[in-house]
C-alpha cells in the first residue's frame, strides 16, 4: 500500500475478484467492503463473517457491518436503509480519509453514488495492487499445487480415453458412447478429489477443439485429436493452476503427427527464450516463426482464422488470466512472474492442438510449476 496514489477500496467478493482476495487473505463469497487507511487495511462484514474473518484474515481491523449501518442510518431519512455507498461515506467521514483508489472493474453503481456523496474516487490505470504481478516463494508453491490438481484432471482424462473402446466411428467408455461431457465430469471429480474446483473446463475433440475457448459437447471420436484445457481454483488458497494436454485415442495421420511435434517444438523455443528482462512480444515473435517453416501458415478470412491466432501466454495466480501477457503487447517479463506457455495450431479438418505449462520467471531458465507427460498418441 505505499503508493502515490490514495489508498484502495473494494467492494467485491473474493471468489470472483482476485484483488479481494489478495488484499484480505480470507475468502468471503459476498461482496463486502474493504479499504486501506495510513498503511492499515479495513474490513466491514456481518454478523455471519465477523468472527472467521477477525480470526484468519490479514485484515488490521474488522469492523462489524452493523454497527456501521446503524451509524450511518442516523445521516439518513427515517425508514430509509443504508445501502454500501452510505456506509462507505461514513467510514470515509469518520477515518478522515474522503479520497480512494479503485480498480477499474469496481460496481458503476457503487461509484456514482458515492461521488454523489462527496467520496473522491480514482480509477487505477493499471491493476489496483502491481505488486500482485511478482510471485512470493509462498505463492509459486501454490501455483504448483494448482497445477497438481490439473495434472490430475488430465491424468483422469487419459484414464478414461485408454480405457474407451473403439468401435467405427464411435469411443465406447462403461458401455456407452463416450461424449466431451463424460470426460468433464471425470476431470472435475478429479480435482475436487485433490482440493481444487475446475469451472470451465475444456474438453472438445474434432472441429470444436479449432475454436480454442469452446469447451465441448456431444461424442468424442477415435482417431481426432482431443484438447484437454484444466485450470482449477485451489480451494484452500485460491491459486490456480493451468496446464493443456492434446490426445488421440487411435492412430494419428502423418499431417497430425506433423501438427502436434510442431506445437511441441513451438513451446520448446518459448521455453528456451523466456526469462527476466525479455520482451514477451520477442518470445511470441520465436514462436510464431516455428509454424511456417514446419508447413504451418496462419490465416484469417471471413470464416474464421485458421493456424497460430492467440497469444503465447498470459499470467497466472489469484485469476486465471492476470499480468503479465506473452503476446504481440510490449511487456518486459519481470523476474518472479508466473505466465502460462500454450501455442497452439487449429485448422477445421485436421484438428486441433495446444500444449500447455506454467512456469516462474527467473534470470536464467525458467522455473517449471506444472508436470504431465507429453504422450499424446493413445493406441
Known amino acids: 500500500m505505499a503508493s502515490s496514489l490514495p489508498p484502495p477500496l473494494l467492494y467485491a467478493a473474493t471468489e470472483h475478484n482476485g484483488d479481494a482476495l489478495y488484499f484480505g487473505r480470507v475468502s468471503v463469497p459476498d461482496p463486502f467492503?474493504?479499504?486501506?487507511?495510513?498503511?492499515?487495511?479495513?474490513?466491514?462484514l456481518n454478523?455471519?463473517?465477523y468472527g472467521r474473518v477477525k480470526r484468519a484474515s490479514n485484515f488490521d481491523v474488522v469492523l462489524p457491518l452493523e454497527a456501521c449501518v446503524a451509524r450511518a442510518a442516523l445521516k439518513l431519512p427515517r425508514g430509509r436503509r443504508p445501502g454500501p455507498a452510505d456506509v462507505i461515506a461514513l467510514l470515509a467521514r469518520e477515518y478522515r480519509q474522503r479520497h480512494f483508489t479503485v480498480p477499474a472493474d469496481f460496481p458503476a453503481g457503487l461509484y456514482a453514488q458515492l461521488l454523489q456523496r462527496g467520496v473522491r474516487l480514482t480509477v487505477a490505470a493499471g491493476p489496483l495492487f502491481p505488486e500482485r504481478e511478482i510471485k512470493t516463494p509462498t505463492e509459486a508453491a501454490a501455483?504448483?499445487?494448482?497445477?497438481?490438481?490439473?495434472?490430475?484432471?488430465?491424468?483422469?482424462?487419459?484414464?478414461?480415453?485408454?480405457?474407451?473402446?473403439?468401435?467405427?466411428?464411435r469411443l465406447i467408455f462403461e458401455g456407452r458412447p463416450l461424449t466431451s461431457e463424460r470426460l468433464k465430469f471425470a476431470i472435475e471429480v478429479a480435482c475436487l478429489e485433490a482440493g481444487s474446483t475446475s469451472v470451465g473446463t475444456i474438453a472438445a475433440g474434432g472441429d470444436q477443439a479449432c475454436d480454442p475457448h469452446e469447451r465441448g459437447s456431444g461424442p468424442?471420436?477415435?482417431?481426432?485429436?482431443?484438447?484437454?484445457?484444466?485450470?482449477?481454483?485451489?480451494?484452500?488458497?485460491?491459486?490456480?493452476?493451468?496446464?493443456?494436454?492434446?490426445?488421440?485415442?487411435?492412430?494419428?495421420?502423418?499431417?497430425?503427427h506433423r501438427l502436434v511435434a510442431a506445437v511441441r517444438e513451438a513451446q520448446r523455443a518459448a521455453l528456451g527464450a523466456i526469462r527476466?528482462?525479455?520482451?514477451?512480444?520477442?518470445?511470441?515473435?520465436?514462436?510464431?516463426?516455428?509454424?511456417?517453416?514446419?508447413?504451418?501458415?496462419?490465416?484469417?478470412?471471413?470464416?474464421?482464422?485458421?493456424?497460430?491466432?492467440?497469444?503465447?501466454?498470459?499470467g497466472l495466480g489469484l485469476a486465471v488470466h492476470e499480468p503479465?501477457?506473452?503476446?504481440?503487447?510490449?511487456?518486459v517479463l519481470k523476474k518472479g512472474t508466473v505466465v502460462t506457455v500454450e501455442p497452439g495450431l487449429y485448422y477445421p479438418g485436421?484438428?486441433?492442438?495446444?500444449?500447455?505449462?506454467?512456469?516462474?520467471?527467473?534470470?536464467?531458465?525458467?522455473?517449471?510449476?506444472?508436470?504431465?507427460?507429453?504422450?499424446?498418441e493413445l493406441r
Open 33 to 44: 467492503i474493504a479499504f486501506g487507511v495510513r498503511g492499515k487495511k479495513y474490513a466491514v
Open 47 to 49: 454478523a455471519l463473517e
Open 143 to 169: 501455483l504448483r499445487e494448482g497445477n497438481r490438481c490439473s495434472a490430475r484432471g488430465i491424468a483422469a482424462a487419459e484414464r478414461v480415453l485408454r480405457a474407451s473402446r473403439i468401435r467405427g466411428q
Open 220 to 256: 468424442l471420436r477415435p482417431h481426432e485429436l482431443i484438447i484437454v484445457d484444466v485450470f482449477p481454483r485451489v480451494n484452500a488458497t485460491g491459486y490456480h493452476g493451468d496446464m493443456t494436454r492434446t490426445f488421440l485415442r487411435g492412430r494419428a495421420s502423418d499431417a497430425q
Open 276 to 314: 527476466a528482462g525479455v520482451n514477451g512480444r520477442t518470445v511470441h515473435e520465436q514462436v510464431q516463426a516455428v509454424f511456417p517453416r514446419r508447413g504451418f501458415e496462419t490465416r484469417h478470412g471471413k470464416k474464421g482464422s485458421v493456424g497460430f491466432f492467440h497469444g503465447t501466454g498470459h
Open 324 to 331: 503479465p501477457r506473452v503476446s504481440a503487447a510490449d511487456q
Open 350 to 376: 485436421l484438428g486441433g492442438c495446444r500444449i500447455e505449462d506454467v512456469v516462474q520467471v527467473t534470470a536464467g531458465a525458467p522455473r517449471m510449476l506444472s508436470r504431465y507427460p507429453y504422450v499424446w
